[in-house]
């Protein structure tokens, strides 16, 4: 979990002032008794509320808090931030942990690709056996999986890399306007409900 936590804090500190006022807002939105600590009863209710339930799972909750004082302080949700931003909310198929650092995944899984699951699993369910999946199944580690995609990548055409790379900038661009809209929409919500009151 350290390593996640490390690309958290660079993560946030490479962001834009807009985008650390957002994480400020979240961490508000979670805190609703205002004393700046999220208790796992806030932490569960606003996931469920923002239907992110996987995400409310308390093995992840567990892992996000670091002094094991049972809350969550602004540097600990910081890291929930990066981890919901970056796609990073992966939980073992098997025994359904949240997956900290390495952790194994079928290759046929990955690279076929029709699939919304690669099937992870962590390393003491895939070193004790205790999972079940196709017949045939080939397993590696997400950091052989990472090296494996870039040989494969550059193994390819100019023309089919150019083509991988458009079609990623072009997901990439869609993926920001979307967060943009959904942020304006946030804080446009925000704005209109302090009006309310």
């Known amino acids: 979990m350290e390593s996640i936590r490390r690309a958290a804090a660079a993560y946030y500190e490479n962001l834009p002032v807009a985008n650390k006022r957002y ?3 979240i961490f508000s939105s979670m805190d609703k008794n205002g004393d700046g600590k999220i208790k796992l009863k806030e932490y569960s209710e606003y996931l469920s509320k923002d239907n992110k339930t996987a995400l409310a799972h308390p093995s992840l909750f567990r892992a996000l808090d670091k002094n094991n004082n049972g809350s969550l302080d602004f540097e600990e949700v910081i890291v929930l931030y990066y981890i919901t931003q970056s796609g990073r909310a992966l939980f073992c198929k098997s025994c ?3 997956l900290t650092d ?3 995944s079928c290759s046929q899984c990955f690279f076929k690709g029709d699939g ?3 099937y992870e699993i962590c390393c003491d369910c895939y070193g004790g ?3 079940k999946h196709h017949d045939g199944a080939i397993f590696c580690d997400n950091y052989t999986m990472l090296s494996r995609s870039r040989r494969l990548a550059l193994q390819a ?3 089919e890399q150019r083509s991988v790379v458009k079609e990623t900038d072009m997901i990439a661009k869609a993926a920001d306007a979307m967060k943009e ?3 304006a929409y946030k804080e446009n919500t925000k704005e209109w ?5």
Not at 193 to 197: A, G, P
């Open 157 to 159: 055409s100019k023309e």
């Open 129 to 131: 056996k205790k999972f």
């Open 193 to 197: 409900l302090r009006k309310l009151k």
């Open 116 to 118: 919304v699951s690669t």
């Open 181 to 183: 809209t959904l942020q």
């Open 23 to 25: 994480a400020r807002y």
């Open 102 to 104: 390495v952790y194994f």
């Open 96 to 98: 359904d942990t949240f």
